[in-house]
């Protein structure tokens, strides 16, 4: 329900196939019937349709027990996005889940629906395209894939994985159909400076997309205790919703615990969330989550927290873990809260350590949400001793990790506070100089803890633009290379500063090219760290690059972006902005989402929080953070 008091209508598009003409599988369409089952007995105003294929109990037959009208064929499916996108109205609520079919280069295999009993591709562009076209009309969606989503799925001979081999055949009886204007406004994001077109994906203001595994990883049944087999994630999914009041999360908080119970119990595969990850299914949403969290993961009773010095994590950060259904997870107003500190940190791990040895024990799923960020103490910051009420400013200032130093004293800073004759507080840089696209800062209409956060905001920037790597491995260094290609044929390294006009006609500016040397895969983070003091992940999302393989050439990833100078600088008659591109390049799945901040001015709630992946101390912990700096000027 909206602020006015309307009723919004939700919709799920629920598919799956057991039934193949060649190869079948086993719990498509059971993971559909639970889910069904689940969301009609919680959601009043929610309109299902189910799209199944089961198998028949005649060996010889390969046509699906039920009616052609209610069997996933390529016709049903694509009907059923215009379907839904011509009745929903903008804030409606789309649910769609594709339950174990194959995708090759994102292509997902359909029932044809002809008397010949064949398949059809549904690939990645068309359904962008229907994706497109209800994000278009305001409609906000959760796609759920619980099947591979690489672009080398093969079977192999397991019948465990939930795909299907690419076979030419199918597209040469059905050419890849012309889908007009599929990036239109996709080229720049809106909410972002730099912005890029990651493969097919589109503007993630809208839509939110959960997949069962990494593009180099095969989705795979697991059999419970019953012997019943389902997909992974539609077995840990529905657990989600009755557990922990699923519905009402946001996707991220939801995607925190489907991490943490795959590592834990399911380590072969990785889930990972694409697009919006403040949106939730179906607009339930419990408000007040302002404050970055990461999971945690239990094991043989120790903690793990999937973040170290990669993510700016200390030794002797605290923070205040508890499950995901407690008031405290979501807000700070009451619930059973456990404090925790990190006794050791890797590269991208660490270990928790909790200061009450007799609290209840925590469990894997639960959050933690930091109350210290010690890595901030390297940015000290210098008080005006004009200032009035001096001893709330230090206090302020220490309750967040910042270091404090008065003017008197003269020690180095990075950032200044002052009061200026006409009674606005400013900030000045280590060089004494205004701090720009801050708003204006009465000193009567301001209070402490508002100009401290703005401070903790600036220093929170500065660590994500300062974060490196100084002792990385001489094989992990090699194992990559970076680039950025402008259109005019120049070549610039990490470290360059590049010198470029906007040009708001064109698709795209420059070109960011990572490559893949070694035996192992590499993945791949962009940031832009923007004049607006936004760190913002331009992907939404994570790239993996494969090996190359033995006398192959080396893999890689190819990215456009382009460079704006912000509509909130013009309109001041700025005419010049700076972004840093940092690249992230690590040697195991991990986020950096801890590490984001929205643009300065927007509320904090919208912060990002880091997710949690593979085993400790089992994968390697290797990482780079490579910048590229793009100055940006009008014509």
Known sequence: MNSQGNVVTHYALLIGIDAYPELSLDSCVRDVQNITNYLRGVLNSVHIQVLTATKSADSESRSPTEEPSLW????????????????ATAGDFPYNEFSNRSTGDLALVLRDGGKENQVRHLWGSRLAFSLRAMVDKGLVVTLVLDCCFSASVSRRDDSGIRS?????????????????????????????????????LISPTGYAILVACGPHEFAKELKSVSGEGNGALSYFLPRNFIEFGGLRKPHKMIYYYLCAQFRKHWPQQNPILYGNKNQG??????????????????????????????????????????????????????????????????????????????????????????????????????????????????????E???????????????????????????????????????????????????????????ARYKLGRDLANNLPTDAFTESYDAQIMTRSGGTFAPGSILELEQDEAAKFMFELKVENHGDKELYVHVFDLGPLWQVQDIYCGHEVILPQRKGERSTGMLKKLKT???????????????????????????????????????AIKERNTSRVYHKYREVSEEWAALNFLIRTSLK
């Open 281 to 398: 299914f179906f607009g339930h949403i419990d408000v007040g989550i302002d404050v970055p969290s990461v999971s945690i993961v239990e094991h043989d009773g120790s903690l793990y927290l999937h973040a170290g010095q990669a993510h700016g994590v200390c030794e002797g950060d605290q923070f205040a873990i508890s499950p995901l259904d407690s008031p405290k997870s979501d807000s700070n107003a009451r619930g059973d809260v456990i404090i925790a500190k990190i006794i050791q940190v890797r590269a991208l791990t660490s270990d928790l350590e909790l200061l009450d040895p007799t609290a209840i024990r925590a469990e894997t799923g639960w959050i933690a949400k930091p109350l210290t960020r010690f890595s901030l103490r390297k940015f000290p910051i210098r008080l005006a001793s004009n200032l009035s009420r001096l001893d709330e400013w230090l206090i302020a200032l220490t």
């Open 400 to 458: 967040r990790s910042l270091g404090v130093c008065l003017d008197t004293e003269g020690r180095q800073f990075s950032y200044h506070v002052t009061l200026n004759v006409k009674k606005e507080y400013e900030i000045l840089d280590e060089s004494s100089q205004k701090i720009g696209n801050l708003p204006t800062m009465w000193q009567d209409q301001m209070d402490v803890g508002y100009i401290c956060d703005t401070i903790e905001h600036l």
């Open 564 to 602: 704006m100078v912000p509509t909130e600088m013009r309109e001041k008659g700025i005419r010049q902005c700076e972004d840093m591109i940092k690249v992230f390049i690590t040697s195991q799945p991990t986020s950096f989402d801890l590490l984001e901040l929205p643009k300065f001015g927007q």
């Open 72 to 87: 996933p064929t390529y016709q049903n499916v694509t009907s059923a996005f215009k379907k839904i996108t011509v009745q």
């Open 164 to 200: 299907l081999p690419y076979n030419t055949e199918i597209d040469s009886r059905f050419p890849l159909d012309p889908v007009k204007n599929l990036a239109k406004g996709a080229d720049l994001l809106a909410n972002r400076d730099a912005s890029m077109l990651p493969n097919w």
